[in-house]
């Protein structure tokens, strides 16, 4: 009779099960263990550069109200898309304030990602420097966030720039910042095309009296093989800013436009991406146009008014203007208030909707169903169209002078805000321009 095999013993059986249990049991605690706890430094004008290097992710760095002598050099520090670094000025009661440096970079930014600014006030006191540049030295920039900043006085020259990119950047957020009295404000991009800006997204910001450009966005070379940097089409937006170039800039040669937009990628990653511009204001120029774009730009209710010389052109630059929309939008323009020229005609070219005043109508003939009428007639049919300075300016239309029999070219349905006019309001009745009644 075969003798059958005992069971194992309690205390076997213990023994067999104690190592599983207790893993589970520690596995169990690190799950219900709380994340760790995002930190609020503080710091003041004397000690805060001993704290920049110590920061992890999630942590906030609350400077206090001061003048920063020393500049803000962000190297290689990373937050993560939960847990961004923020480095923040008092929001109320006085200003974190950096001062610039003869031949130094105020704020530079080499190899960051997901960092916040805010709240802090820079004022290069005309010395020759910049305000906040990420580095070409570095490999990228990506995630960051400019926000509530006020930066002033980098205007030793047309070459300092209040906020620049030199290495590739992208989903870059400047937002609600006040930029005045620099040599150029946003010069986003290198100059040989090398440092693409990709997936931008600008707005709320008012860039008054600068030299050169309120905002450049450089043309784009072939994009470098970069991990994280976008390869499927993507946008950078640039909505509900003011840009204001009437206390005159440089001239002759030196002229720049308030906004220029240079050209995509023409091929690989990149080249489909798109520009959407859409409730800007664009106020004066002395000496140059107000908005000057190639490659993929969509652009809808904007305000142009240029009463020294031409409100925009699509034009050669670098390459040419392909995929354009330019819809709904009202101009005023000393000369043609709005130009189309040398596109590439393999891309579709839609201009439909637009109230255009312009010195000489003529030439501001363009394809698509627009309103384009003599620059006096401007004071007839909007309500306050030649105010001396932009918060006093109302395109708004005189009772129907803008009405159209019927609906023009309806925008792309992925875009934003297409239902709305410039200030917000539902667009009703069909009509020209960027303003409903």
């Not at 760095?61 to 898309?81: E, K, N, V």
Request: net charge negative; proline share 8%.
């Amino acid at each position: 009779m075969p003798i059958p095999k005992a069971n194992p013993s309690p205390t076997k059986r213990m023994r067999i099960r104690t190592p599983c249990t207790f893993l589970v049991f520690l596995l169990a605690l690190l799950l219900a263990a709380p994340a760790a706890a995002d930190r609020v430094r503080t710091a003041d004008p004397d000690n805060y550069r001993q704290i920049l290097n110590r920061l992890q992710p999630g942590d906030t760095l609350q400077l206090a109200a001061g003048i920063y002598r020393d500049g803000l050099s962000l190297h290689s520090l990373q937050g993560t898309p939960d847990r961004p670094i923020t480095i923040t000025g008092p929001e109320n009661g006085g200003t974190a304030l950096f001062l610039g440096r003869e031949g130094r970079i105020t704020i530079s930014l080499i190899d960051v990602s997901h960092i916040t600014l805010r709240h802090l006030s820079l004022d290069g006191e005309g010395k020759r420097g910049h305000g906040i540049v990420a580095e070409g030295r570095g490999r990228f920039t990506h995630d960051v966030t400019l926000e509530n900043l006020e930066i002033t006085r980098f205007d030793a020259d047309q070459a300092f720039n209040a906020i620049s990119t030199k290495a590739p950047a992208w989903n870059w957020v400047i937002r609600d910042n006040v930029i005045s009295h620099v040599g150029t404000g946003l010069y986003l991009g290198d100059s040989d095309g090398s440092a693409p800006f990709v997936a931008g997204f600008i707005e709320g910001n008012r860039i008054e009296h600068t030299t050169g450009y309120n905002m450049q966005i450089k043309h784009q070379a072939p994009r470098p093989d970069l991990a994280g940097l976008p390869t499927t089409p993507r946008e950078t937006v640039i909505r509900n800013n003011v840009f204001d170039k009437s206390l005159g800039g440089s001239d002759g040669p030196m002229a720049r436009p308030n906004l220029l937009l240079g050209h995509w990628p023409l091929e690989g990653p990149g080249k489909d991406d798109r520009y959407l511009v859409y409730g800007n204001l664009f106020f004066q120029n002395l000496t140059e146009r107000l908005f000057q774009a190639e490659g993929n730009v969509i652009a809808y209710n904007n305000l142009f008014v240029n009463l020294f010389g031409e409100a925009v052109s699509f034009q050669a630059h670098n390459d040419q203007p392909r995929r354009i929309w330019f819809v709904n939008n009202t101009a005023l323009g000393l000369g043609p208030a709005l130009r189309l020229s040398g596109a590439d005609e393999r891309f579709e070219q839609i201009i439909d909707g637009n109230a255009i005043f312009a010195e000489r109508p003529e030439e501001s003939a363009l394809p698509g169903e627009n309103l384009i009428t003599s620059l006096p007639r401007a004071e007839e049919v909007l309500t306050n169209p030649f105010a001396a300075v932009p918060d006093a300016l109302d395109l708004s239309p005189v009772g129907g002078s803008l009405d159209r029999a019927a609906a023009g070219i309806r925008l792309p349905p992925d875009l934003p805000a297409t239902d709305q006019d410039y200030r917000g309001k539902p667009r009703g009745q069909a009509m020209y321009g960027a303003v409903a009644r």
